[in-house]
């Protein structure tokens, strides 16, 4: 139910339960979490994620598995979900979500989790767990609020309401709509980082990243530090001197 595939400098998971809108059961989080886990140990530069099919990139929690759970049960299911999308989110390399249909619920919340997320033009996007009378639950009330604000976030999470692509843009949830290959699409967005030096990128990453976290003191003096371990690295060396001699820098990620 979850495909790792390898393309150049990426890493490819892929979502594959389509006769269900790759909804995500207990069998799919743990194999997910494995995946990302093996990225995370691999020379992979960026990882996408995407959908089987044409019709969902994911539909959401299989809401099956919830009935007849106990309270702790569902606690403990939401947090290890919360724990799976997570680790993307703490993934040491860039991660692009490639919605290629409905993102729904917990669909919605794995798109969050990533730094970027491209969309086919037919792409939905929605947190209808209010229409049954639940919460997000695996980070959609934190990630949306920080990706595009408090009111408009409000606004999805208490209607319920599922928006297109153009909608999803023009609130800062989705990067670009983008015709045609929606995983080639993904592969020449990912080269104009997975070019640089690893070590760099991930250190980047982790300075914004404690910019929706922290207060503006902190997280100068975070910036301080991780520029300061950039700077000592073998590839800041190696960059700076390719620049001062006009010629292009050969990275080796240390």
Do not use: W
């Not at 919360?82 to 040491?92: D, I, K, Y």
């Not at 692509?165 to 699409?185: K, M, Q, T, W, Y």
């Not at 760099?200 to 301080?224: H, I, S």
């Amino acid at each position: 139910m979850i495909r790792l595939d390898r393309q150049g400098d990426c890493a490819l998971v892929i979502l594959d339960r389509p006769a269900k809108l790759n909804a995500l059961n207990a069998e799919m989080m743990t194999a997910l979490s494995a995946a990302i886990a093996e990225i995370g140990e691999s020379d992979a530069r960026a990882l996408l994620v995407t959908g089987a099919g044409d019709r969902a990139f994911c539909a959401g929690a299989d809401l099956s598995e919830a009935i007849g759970r106990s309270e702790q049960e569902h606690r403990s299911s939401i947090q290890g979900g919360q724990r799976v999308f997570q680790s993307l989110a703490n993934a040491p390399v860039p991660t692009v979500a490639l919605v290629n249909g409905l993102a729904l619920g917990g669909g919605l919340e794995l798109a969050l989790a990533c730094d970027f997320r491209l969309a086919a033009p037919g792409a939905a996007f929605g947190l209808p767990e209010v229409k049954v009378g639940l919460l997000p639950g695996y980070g959609g009330t934190q990630r949306l609020p920080r990706l595009i604000g408090r009111t408009a976030a409000l606004d999805l999470i208490l209607t319920g309401e599922t928006i297109d692509a153009e909608r999803a843009v023009a609130l800062g949830l989705v990067n670009r709509i983008v015709d045609g290959d929606l995983v080639d699409h993904g592969l020449e967005f990912a080269s104009r980082m997975t070019r640089h030096s690893k070590v760099t990128v991930r250190l980047a990453r982790d300075a914004v990243r404690l910019a929706g976290e922290v207060g503006l003191e902190e997280g100068l003096v975070a910036e301080a530090l991780l520029s300061t371990r950039a700077y000592l690295s073998e590839d800041a060396a190696e960059g700076v001197g390719a620049f001062l001699g006009k010629r292009q820098p050969t990275f080796k990620d240390r």
